[in-house]
């Protein structure tokens, strides 16, 4: 099965603690169908003052350089929108929580799931909730 390669802004490697505008450093992590895997730290180079280039725009390029085998970046908060930003090949989520919190639900989602063909995982049931499941279905039998 194919895993997504994901880049977490966060010095710590317990949250996810820097902005898409701070980011100094990412933890690179394969997120799979049954969890997740840390690859590696990734230190960020300063970049140089370039008058001709806006600092955002620099810096937002300089990341893309260095997470250029990820298709995911997590961040405290983007700053110029909220919730999701899609930059060329990679999509900025804000995810102000801690990071297994955040890898665990990209590898349950539903829609990650879905677009990279991994089976949907199986959500455990209650004995009462199953009862009133098969109640139901012999309830709807009965009135045909």
Same mark, same amino acid.
């Given at each position: 099965? #194919?895993?997504?390669?994901?880049?977490?802004?966060?010095? %710590?490697?317990?949250?996810? &603690?820097?902005?898409?505008?701070?980011?100094?450093? +990412?933890?690179?992590?394969?997120?799979?169908?049954?969890? *997740?895997? +840390?690859?590696? *730290?990734?230190? #960020?180079? @300063? !970049?140089?003052? %370039?008058?001709?280039?806006? =600092? +955002?725009?620099?810096?937002?390029?300089?990341?893309? @350089? @260095?997470?250029? &085998?990820?298709?995911?970046? !997590?961040?405290?908060?983007?700053?110029?929108?909220?919730?999701?930003?899609? $930059?060329?090949?990679?999509? =900025?989520?804000?995810?102000?929580?801690? =990071?297994?919190?955040? !890898?665990?639900k990209l590898s349950e989602s539903v829609l990650f799931r879905r677009e990279l063909n991994w089976p949907a995982r199986a959500q455990p049931q209650?004995?009462?909730?199953?009862?009133?499941? $098969?109640?139901?279905?012999? #309830?709807?039998?009965?009135?045909?």
């Amino acid at each position: 099965m #194919s895993s997504i390669r994901v880049a977490v802004a966060s010095t %710590d490697g317990i949250d996810i &603690d820097q902005s898409l505008k701070q980011t100094s450093c +990412f933890r690179i992590y394969d997120v799979e169908p049954d969890g *997740f895997n +840390f690859v590696e *730290f990734r230190e #960020s180079r @300063e !970049l140089p003052a %370039d008058p001709a280039v806006g =600092v +955002f725009t620099g810096r937002v390029g300089r990341i893309l @350089e @260095e997470i250029s &085998d990820c298709s995911i970046l !997590l961040v405290r908060d983007i700053g110029v929108c909220w919730g999701k930003l899609r $930059i060329d090949w990679v999509t =900025v989520y804000e995810a102000p929580m801690p =990071v297994r919190k955040a !890898l665990a639900k990209l590898s349950e989602s539903v829609l990650f799931r879905r677009e990279l063909n991994w089976p949907a995982r199986a959500q455990p049931q209650s004995e009462e909730a199953y009862s009133s499941g $098969i109640r139901k279905v012999i #309830s709807i039998a009965d009135q045909r």
